[in-house]
């Protein structure tokens, strides 16, 4: 496989459960990212790891869980979400460093849809 | 902050003809990357053109061209020759730059492309 794979692509859950959303590149980045798009909002950036390490976290409430256990994979752990926590949630990587002719630009998965009933 | 702006929530276009999209930002910046993505139904964005800050010719690619004007803070995206396939939502994107926080992008509301047959 190449590029940026997503799975599930589609997640109902209740606001009680415990799920998990996987993201994977094989694009030999070294840095990975999870927004969230809702409707009529422009993209959030949720939380930046670069070489497994979080870099930022964009004030996201703890029911969200970020890991990333190698610069390959990611993972963004959910639990006793909210309804208004509905969305499609992008994963991305990118070369962290823009050196060498690098643009930084990102690559994105096709996302994962999330409906909280 | 940095801030993208995207003023045309909704696009349209006859085939064959061409259309241009608007992008404004803000920056302090003086150099950077501008990027447009586009997202199909399938939910994948994907890059479609990139401008460099310090470059002052217009970056093109095929069908797609852009219109960057700095001073102005302006970075307009012109498709010529439309086609069905166009029909997307596409999004602005200024990507920053810092030694510890990285490479990232800050994204537009998006403008929802239709093309008319």
């Known amino acids: 496989e190449t590029g940026v794979t997503q799975t599930p692509r589609h997640l109902v859950m209740g606001m009680t459960n415990k799920k998990s959303l996987k993201c994977e590149q094989h694009?030999?980045?070294?840095?990975m990212y999870w927004y969230k798009q809702s409707a009529k909002k422009p993209l959030e950036l949720m939380f930046v790891?670069?070489?497994?390490?979080?870099?930022e976290n964009n004030s996201v409430p703890s029911r969200f869980s970020p890991e990333c256990p190698n610069s390959s994979h990611l993972f963004l752990h959910l639990h006793t979400l909210q309804p208004e926590d509905s969305a499609l949630y992008l994963c991305?990587?990118?070369?962290?460093?823009?050196?060498?002719?690098?643009?930084?630009?990102?690559?994105f998965g096709e996302g994962s849809r999330l409906t909280v009933l | 902050a940095q801030t993208v702006t995207q003023s045309q929530p909704e696009m349209s276009v006859q085939e064959a003809e061409t259309v241009t999209l608007s992008c404004t930002y803000d920056t302090s910046e003086s150099d950077y990357y501008l990027f447009w993505y586009k997202q199909p139904p399938s939910r994948q964005m994907i890059l479609v053109i990139r401008?460099?800050?310090?470059?002052?010719q217009n970056a093109t690619e095929n069908r797609f061209s852009v219109n960057f004007q700095k001073a102005a803070k302006s970075f307009s995206l012109k498709i010529s020759d439309s086609q069905l396939g166009d029909a997307a939502m596409y999004f602005c994107?200024?990507?920053?730059?810092?030694?510890?926080?990285?490479?990232?992008?800050?994204f537009g509301e998006g403008t929802q492309l239709t093309v008319n047959p």
């Open positions: 694009l030999g980045h070294n840095a």
């Open positions: 790891y670069s070489l497994e390490e979080r870099v």
């Open positions: 991305a990587s990118s070369q962290f460093w823009t050196s060498g002719g690098n643009t930084g630009e990102l690559f």
């Open positions: 994107a200024y990507r920053t730059w810092g030694e510890t926080s990285g490479s990232r992008l800050t």
């Open positions: 401008q460099e800050a310090y470059k002052q």
